[in-house]
């Protein structure tokens, strides 16, 4: 794994996002990689904009998101995944140990798509 500093954005999304929602929602943020829940990681908005912006996705496993404490609170996201918003607790987790949200949670305009920033520093 290569040193230096690391940018996670982590989604939460509808089933009917479409990656013009997905790409709103990221507001032109610089990231390193993709992540959301191992089950929303083959969704092919996520694949579309993760191939556009030339980034992996990281699937995080439910496990690892689960009581994952976060800045904000979805009942939607506590109720299906054990943790208050599952961008925030995705970009978190694929960005390792040590990271940070490096802002407030953004949506798309049409709501359908959330996005959490999580930046880890080298070492």
């Known amino acids: 794994m ?5 940018r996670v954005a982590g989604f939460g999304f509808r089933n009917g ?7 709103a929602a990221l507001a032109g943020a610089k990231v390193d990689a993709l992540a959301t829940a191992a089950d929303k990681a083959a969704f092919p ?8 912006l030339g980034v992996e996705i990281i699937p995080v496993p439910m496990e690892e998101l689960t009581w994952v404490e976060t800045l904000t609170q979805s009942a939607r996201a506590l109720a299906r995944y054990g943790t208050g918003s599952l ?3 995705a970009a978190l987790c694929a960005a390792g140990p ?5 802002g407030a949670r953004g949506a798309s305009p049409d709501r359908m798509a959330m996005v959490a920033i999580a930046e880890r520093s080298g070492a």
């Open 45 to 52: 908005a996520l694949r579309e904009l993760a191939a556009a």
């Open 17 to 23: 996002a479409g990656v013009e929602s997905l790409r």
């Open 98 to 102: 040590g990271a940070r949200l490096v």
């Open 2 to 6: 290569e040193r230096g500093a690391v």
């Open 87 to 89: 961008a925030e607790a």
